[in-house]
């Protein structure tokens, strides 16, 4: 039970994963394999950020008052993990950069195929 | 695939563990010396733009990138528009 309790966090991001592995791989229309691929990004950013987790009275990562006039030592565990929320700030970037671009070339696909479906769009082509 | 995944997890740190490998090794250093050396109370920010200047530097090249070939592909072409069609 202990180790349901310690771990399920990690097996909800792997099912979000999946389920937006099984998007991008299984569905025709270009728009639910783009949703697909936005799933994937954001199991992928709540995995990091559930690693900056500390239990036991951790606060966010900005110095309190009585810190920042280095009144006393600085408690590494009162603090969140700063590194992984950078980090995902980065991915987050990355991934709207990837969904912009993705939509854009979809939009282009749907004016010179009219449609969005895989399988209609490569028989145009053929 | 999501199985073997799973099995990895056997081995992961438990959930909010303040011992876990992420939060001993370098985090410590930043949560100690960042109002020390860059004198910004939000260690998020002190990271991103004083650690890792470069990073989020290249940053905005991927976003310029990203903006650069949205416009690109969505730009109406006036005269190709209308000798393609």
Known sequence: MDFIIAKYNYWIYIILMMIGFYAMIAKTNLIKKIIGMNIFQTAIILFFVSMAYKKGGATLPILTNADMHGEHAIQVAGYLNPLPHVLMLTAIVVSIATLGVALAIAIMMYRKYHTLEEDEILKAIK | ?85
């Open chain 2, 1 to 85: 695939m999501g199985a073997f995944l799973i099995y990895g997890t056997i081995d992961m740190p438990d959930w909010g563990d303040p011992n876990s490998p992420p939060s001993v090794h370098v985090s410590p250093r930043y949560i100690k010396k960042t109002e020390e050396e860059t004198a910004t109370p939000n260690m998020v920010t002190s990271v991103l733009a004083d650690y890792r200047g470069y990073d989020t530097l290249g940053e905005t090249t991927v976003i310029f990138t990203a903006g650069m070939a949205c416009i690109l592909l969505l730009r109406r072409r006036k005269e190709a528009g209308k000798a393609g069609q």
